[in-house]
C-alpha cells in the first residue's frame, strides 16, 4: 500500500504562486509515475501533471503548460507542482496520485497518467484546496 500526503493548498490572488508537495511512503518502489489531478466543483477530474519518479521525465497538461513544473526529490520520496501565474480557473482541489508506469516509455508513460488517469490499483492523496480570486 502507498500512501500519499499532500501539502503546500491555499489562498492567492490572479498572478500569484504555490508550491504543493506530496509525500509518498510505503510500498513505493511500485509506483514508478506520480502525477497530480485537480477537480473543481461541478467539474470531472482531470490530469494537470505527471512524472516518471526514476528518470525525471514529465508531462504537462496544455492547460498548464508554461506555468506549472511538476518534479520529485526521490531522496525524500517527494513529487512537487511549482504553480506560477494562477488563474481563477486553476481552483480545485489538487490530488496526488501515484500509479504503475513502464518507466522505458519516459515521457510517453508520464503522459499516460496525465491523458489516461489513475488504474485500479494506484493510490489517491486525500486532497488539498487550491483558491485563486481575481
Known amino acids: 500500500q502507498v500512501h500519499l500526503v499532500e501539502s503546500g493548498g491555499g489562498s492567492v490572488q490572479a498572478g500569484g504562486s504555490l508550491r504543493l508537495s506530496c509525500e509518498a511512503s510505503?510500498?513505493?518502489?511500485?509506483?514508478?509515475?506520480m502525477g497530480w489531478f485537480r477537480q473543481a466543483p461541478g467539474k470531472e477530474r482531470e490530469g494537470v501533471a505527471a512524472?516518471?519518479?526514476?528518470?525525471?521525465?514529465?508531462h504537462h497538461a496544455d492547460s498548464v503548460k508554461g506555468r506549472f513544473t511538476i518534479s520529485r526529490d526521490n531522496a525524500k520520496n517527494t513529487i512537487y507542482l511549482q504553480m506560477n501565474n494562477l488563474k481563477p480557473e486553476d481552483s480545485a482541489m489538487y490530488y496526488c496520485a501515484a500509479d504503475t508506469c513502464d518507466p522505458a516509455l519516459a515521457s510517453i508513460a508520464a503522459m499516460g497518467l496525465v491523458l489516461g488517469g489513475v488504474s485500479a490499483s494506484g493510490h489517491w492523496g486525500q486532497g488539498t484546496q487550491v483558491t485563486v480570486s481575481s
Open positions: 510505503g510500498a513505493t518502489s511500485s509506483s514508478e509515475c
Open positions: 512524472i516518471v519518479v526514476r528518470s525525471g521525465y514529465a
